[in-house]
């Protein structure tokens, strides 16, 4: 009982840092940059719960980050854009049908050969053949499907288009359709040693945003969708409105800062809301002996199967709920930027930040991971101007005009490296366990 409020206590702390590091960032920057800073803290959050409950909880390394975010971010265009009206009557059906027969060709193909065919070569064979035709049905039937749909209206869609549905109705549908993804993904891969996983994830989520920038008719590819609609009001309709008007001259704020507040902040409600959801599951999930069964698994997988536990099984499980929460947290940041970029998401630079988010606010708690998210996404963002702070300081006795403090200036961006090098290790030097380390369970 001690021990709990002991850790309730320290929770506490350290989220009132995290919330006096954010009013600093109003009172001496603006309120505007502190929400804009906030309301991806809180989206960085719930990808790092998705991979705190495969990494911290059950060992799963998954390096395929930026796949499933994308794959999110998908399913916000297809979800909410209206549809290409001009393609679905000529062009999409045939895609559509021919998608779904070779579904469920596959899965009868691969029936059949399991169940009747039982020489191993004739499989081979029976395969291959398999794989030529729809190969041939590919080139004579979807290529030039595909070449009419991007080449109609090219300049303002030349894709399929969505279903014209409010888009945050994509956020569980996102979390579905990465769920799915994972299972088939999962299926594959989970059978390999953690290293080997590793490499395997992070190779399929560079080939899932390389399918997704160059299949333009599915989203544009490069080109990007832009003009997402918006679960919140937008700000020129605010700005029009009487009462926000008389707000803003009784808080002495302009009528413009206020609507972009009050947008950001409606976001931030709905972020915050969506995070502690997944938070109260998660934590019934590992309170559970559900949960306890999978560090087990985690911390033992020879005893855990000795024990008479399906160790690959439940590995697919978890994958498939982390997957389906960063699925989430994909389509919620297409949502708070208005636009489906596929060009933003980079597995080599981003996968790893969320990972140290997980390492620096302690695996194996969701508190630390959401507190991981909040103080490495919050330096990543105010680098720059804690660099520009901090060179202004040590240079204060130099000239305006010096040549020295004129090129640490220019090159206060590089800044960022440098700032979060320190962070990194001093997060690891005096919490190597992580801020939150993991609780211990009798």
Same mark, same amino acid.
């Given at each position: 009982?001690?021990?709990?409020?002991?850790?309730?206590?320290?929770?506490?702390?350290?989220?009132l840092?995290?919330a006096?590091?954010?009013?600093?960032?109003?009172?001496?920057?603006?309120?505007?940059?502190?929400?804009? #800073? /906030? $309301?991806l803290? /809180?989206?960085?959050?719930?990808?790092?719960?998705?991979?705190?409950?495969?990494?911290?909880?059950?060992?799963i390394?998954?390096?395929g980050?930026?796949?499933?975010?994308?794959?999110?971010?998908?399913?916000?265009?297809?979800?909410?854009?209206?549809?290409?009206?001009?393609?679905?009557?000529?062009?999409?059906?045939?895609?559509?049908i021919?998608?779904?027969?070779?579904?469920? &060709?596959?899965?009868?193909?691969k029936?059949?050969?399991?169940?009747?065919?039982?020489?191993?070569?004739?499989?081979?064979?029976?395969?291959?053949?398999?794989?030529?035709?729809?190969?041939?049905?590919?080139?004579?039937?979807?290529?030039?499907?595909?070449?009419?749909?991007?080449?109609? $209206?090219?300049? !303002?869609?030349?894709? #399929?288009?969505?279903?014209?549905?409010?888009?945050?109705? &994509?956020?569980p549908?996102?979390?579905?359709?990465?769920?799915? #993804?994972?299972?088939?993904?999962? !299926?594959?891969?989970?059978? /390999?040693?953690?290293?080997?996983?590793?490499?395997?994830?992070?190779?399929?989520?560079?080939?899932?945003?390389?399918?997704?920038?160059?299949?333009?008719w599915?989203?544009?590819?490069?080109?990007?969708?832009?003009?997402?609609?918006?679960?919140?009001?937008?700000?020129?309709?605010? @700005?029009?409105n009487?009462?926000?008007?008389?707000?803003?001259?009784?808080?002495?704020?302009?009528?413009?800062? %206020?609507?972009?507040?009050?947008?950001?902040?409606?976001?931030?409600?709905?972020?915050?809301?969506?995070?502690l959801?997944?938070?109260?599951?998660?934590?019934?999930?590992?309170?559970?002996?559900?949960?306890?069964?999978?560090?087990?698994?985690?911390?033992?997988?020879?005893?855990?199967?000795?024990?008479?536990?399906?160790?690959?099984?439940?590995?697919? @499980?978890?994958?498939?709920?982390?997957?389906?929460?960063?699925?989430?947290?994909?389509?919620?940041?297409?949502?708070?930027?208005?636009?489906?970029?596929?060009? &933003?998401?980079?597995?080599?630079?981003?996968?790893?930040l969320?990972?140290?988010?997980?390492?620096i606010g302690?695996?194996?708690n969701?508190?630390?991971?959401?507190i991981?998210?909040?103080?490495?996404?919050?330096?990543?963002? @105010?680098?720059?101007?804690?660099?520009?702070?901090?060179i202004? %300081?040590?240079?204060?006795?130099? &000239?305006?005009?010096?040549?020295?403090?004129?090129?640490?200036?220019?090159?206060?961006?590089?800044?960022?490296?440098?700032?979060?090098? /320190?962070?990194?290790?001093?997060?690891l030097?005096?919490?190597?366990?992580?801020?939150?380390?993991?609780?211990?369970?009798?």
């Amino acid at each position: 009982m001690k021990t709990d409020l002991i850790s309730e206590k320290k929770y506490i702390n350290v989220y009132l840092v995290c919330a006096f590091l954010f009013l600093l960032v109003g009172l001496f920057q603006s309120w505007n940059v502190a929400f804009s #800073i /906030l $309301n991806l803290c /809180l989206i960085s959050a719930i990808m790092s719960i998705g991979i705190n409950i495969q990494w911290g909880n059950s060992g799963i390394v998954n390096f395929g980050v930026m796949g499933f975010a994308a794959i999110g971010g998908l399913c916000g265009v297809l979800i909410s854009m209206p549809p290409t009206l001009e393609v679905w009557k000529d062009g999409t059906a045939v895609i559509l049908i021919i998608l779904f027969s070779f579904l469920i &060709s596959g899965i009868l193909v691969k029936k059949f050969l399991k169940k009747f065919i039982y020489n191993k070569y004739l499989k081979i064979l029976l395969s291959i053949t398999f794989i030529i035709f729809s190969l041939y049905l590919i080139k004579s039937i979807f290529i030039p499907s595909i070449n009419f749909i991007e080449n109609t $209206n090219s300049a !303002k869609t030349g894709y #399929i288009g969505g279903l014209n549905l409010p888009i945050i109705f &994509s956020w569980p549908i996102a979390g579905l359709f990465c769920g799915v #993804i994972a299972f088939l993904i999962g !299926k594959i891969a989970l059978g /390999l040693r953690s290293d080997y996983l590793a490499i395997a994830t992070l190779g399929i989520s560079e080939i899932i945003i390389y399918i997704i920038k160059n299949e333009e008719w599915l989203a544009r590819g490069v080109k990007n969708v832009n003009g997402l609609p918006r679960p919140v009001p937008y700000e020129i309709d605010l @700005q029009k409105n009487e009462f926000i008007q008389t707000l803003s001259n009784t808080l002495n704020l302009s009528v413009i800062e %206020l609507s972009s507040l009050i947008v950001k902040g409606l976001y931030s409600i709905l972020f915050i809301l969506v995070l502690l959801i997944i938070f109260f599951l998660l934590q019934k999930a590992i309170k559970s002996p559900w949960g306890r069964m999978m560090r087990a698994v985690r911390d033992n997988e020879i005893s855990a199967e000795a024990m008479g536990i399906n160790v690959k099984k439940r590995h697919l @499980q978890v994958f498939i709920i982390g997957s389906a929460i960063i699925g989430i947290s994909g389509a919620m940041l297409t949502t708070l930027d208005g636009q489906f970029t596929p060009s &933003s998401y980079q597995p080599l630079r981003y996968t790893f930040l969320i990972w140290i988010m997980v390492i620096i606010g302690g695996s194996g708690n969701n508190h630390g991971a959401i507190i991981g998210a909040f103080a490495i996404w919050f330096f990543w963002i @105010q680098a720059e101007p804690i660099g520009i702070f901090l060179i202004e %300081l040590i240079t204060i006795f130099l &000239s305006d005009q010096n040549e020295m403090k004129l090129y640490l200036l220019n090159h206060a961006a590089y800044m960022r490296l440098l700032l979060m090098g /320190l962070v990194l290790i001093l997060a690891l030097r005096f919490f190597p366990k992580g801020i939150i380390e993991e609780e211990k369970r009798l």
